[in-house]
């Protein structure tokens, strides 16, 4: 089973700022990621996917990187409405597994 | 693209419970799904997921032997079937459609809550 493990736990910055979050795989993944919003109460939401492109809809304030081990997402001067958890998710190999979730909260 | 599930609520350690997810807004014999669950206050874990065509099967393995996961596309409907249910089976439920049959899940339903205790 691959493992992603994201950090930090929790980000705290205010609106405005840069939020950049990782996902390390435990083993190569090439670039079979994908970035998930959620907030309270609803169903999660998908962001990013294969690494770096954009589901439709979504601003482009949200940026995907990375490939093989290391993945970042970074969202750019922070909307109020960002303030979420967000999860990585690989689909790479079964299982398909989920990282633990960074919540981003305001500062 | 609309998906709702149905079929949640209370059952005993032991029992057995069957969700449902009604699919709407797309050709549905023509997407994989999936079911994600979220117990209370915790991350998300994938559970299953179903081929297009309903010919292949895939299971987390925390539920194998237990679930299965079924589609009728006569109805447009995704099925997941829960037997020998246990209190770490506690979480909402949610119903998912891949994105271009890549496994991501590109739309959600609202969730369907199911509670196992006595």
């Known amino acids: 089973e691959i493992v992603l493990t994201q950090s930090p736990a929790t980000l705290s910055l205010s609106p405005g700022e840069r939020a950049t979050l990782s996902c390390r795989a435990s083993?190569?993944?090439?670039?079979?990621l994908a970035w998930y919003q959620q907030l309270p109460g609803r169903a999660p939401r998908l962001l990013i996917y294969?690494?770096?492109n954009r589901a439709t809809g979504i601003p482009a304030r949200f940026s995907g990187s990375g490939s093989g081990t290391d993945f970042t997402l970074t969202i750019s001067d922070l909307e109020p409405e960002d303030f979420a958890v967000y999860y990585c998710?690989?689909?790479?190999?079964?299982?398909?597994?989920f990282g633990q979730g960074t919540r981003l909260e305001i500062k | 693209v609309q998906l709702v599930e149905s079929g949640g609520g209370l059952v005993q350690p032991g029992g057995s419970l069957r969700l449902s997810c009604v699919a709407s807004?797309?050709?549905?014999?023509?997407?994989?799904m999936g079911w994600v669950r979220q117990p209370p206050g915790t991350g998300l874990e994938w559970v299953s997921a179903?081929?297009?065509?309903?010919?292949?099967?895939f299971y987390a393995e925390s539920v194998k032997g237990r679930f299965t996961i079924s589609r009728d596309s006569s109805k447009n409907t995704l099925y997941l079937q829960m037997t020998s249910l246990t209190v770490a089976d506690t979480a909402v439920y949610y119903c998912?459609?891949?994105?271009?049959?890549?496994?991501?899940?590109?739309?959600w339903g609202q969730g369907a809550l199911v509670t196992v205790s006595s």
């Open positions: 998912a459609r891949t994105l271009d049959n890549m496994y991501y899940f590109g739309h």
């Open positions: 807004g797309f050709t549905f014999h023509t997407y994989a």
């Open positions: 179903i081929s297009a065509s309903g010919d292949n099967t």
């Open positions: 083993q190569t993944i090439f670039s079979y």
């Open positions: 294969d690494a770096s």
């Open positions: 998710q690989q689909r790479l190999s079964w299982p398909i597994t």
